[in-house]
């Protein structure tokens, strides 16, 4: 079977602009994955309402992220409507040395870094809002952020979404359950590219010679 052939974990990224679904698609997509970790960033935003720290984010200062930055302890990191953000390097390279796959919620700049380090270990997946209005609709309906944070995250919308190109899949979500199953499809498939599958040669070898 499949599952007992090593293979390298994958990196999952997940970009769209703000209020799109990323966040409720990952965590649907990890209740049900016991393969699957979340990357948890660290930022200098201020925790909204209901989030925890190290379940969300780890929420640290700016100096603190400075002097993160300064010891080499990101994959990535970014800012990202004046706040900075960042992927912590070492529970990444942890699970994907233990052939984990892990998932990251990252903007696009994010998604450009972590291809720039390790393109074919990258899947990436663009999520689209079904309109500008349903984008807007959501932005308001999550009622964390303040209104004017509500306006500058629909201003870099389109900003975000130049870079839908540059992504493995797009999903548009309209609905929640649809684009779960996409998103399930894509790493079912991505799990069994055969260049992923490091144990694969040997298994065959075997098989091969057992005939
Ligand atoms: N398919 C959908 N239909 C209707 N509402 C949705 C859908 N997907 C997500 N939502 C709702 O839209 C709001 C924003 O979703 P979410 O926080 O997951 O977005 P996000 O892309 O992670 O945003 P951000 O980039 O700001 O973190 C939430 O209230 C969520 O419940
Ligand atoms: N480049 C990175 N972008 C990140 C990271 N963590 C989150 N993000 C992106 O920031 C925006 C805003 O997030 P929010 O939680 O404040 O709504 C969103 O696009 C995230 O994808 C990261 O570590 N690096």
């Not at 925890?52 to 993160?68: A, L, P």
């Not at 450009?112 to 689209?128: W, Y």
């Amino acid at each position: 079977m499949s599952e007992e052939i090593a293979r390298r974990g994958m990196m999952l990224v997940l970009s769209s602009p703000s209020g799109a679904g990323k966040t409720t698609l990952a965590r649907r997509l990890l209740e049900d994955d016991d393969g699957l970790e979340m990357s948890i960033s660290c930022t200098t935003r201020p925790p909204r309402p209901g989030e925890q720290e190290g379940r969300d984010y780890f929420f640290v200062d700016h100096d603190r992220f400075i002097e993160m930055q300064s010891q080499d302890a990101f994959l990535e990191w970014a800012v990202v409507f004046d706040n900075r953000y960042g992927t912590p390097r070492k529970p990444v390279e942890d699970a994907l040395s233990m052939g984990r796959d892990v998932l990251f919620d990252v903007d696009w700049q994010g998604a450009q870094k972590l291809r720039g380090n390790a393109a074919r270990d990258v899947v990436s997946v663009f999520v689209l809002p079904p309109s500008a209005r349903a984008l807007e609709e959501r932005l308001r309906q999550r009622a964390q952020d303040h209104e004017d944070v509500v306006k500058k995250r629909m201003q870099g919308a389109s900003n975000e979404i130049q870079h839908w190109e540059e992504y493995d899949y797009v999903i548009v979500n309209s609905d929640v359950e649809r684009s779960l199953a996409f998103l399930k499809a894509v790493l079912a498939a991505e799990r069994v590219r055969r260049d992923r599958q490091t144990g694969i040669d040997p298994f065959v070898k075997s098989l091969l010679a057992d005939l």
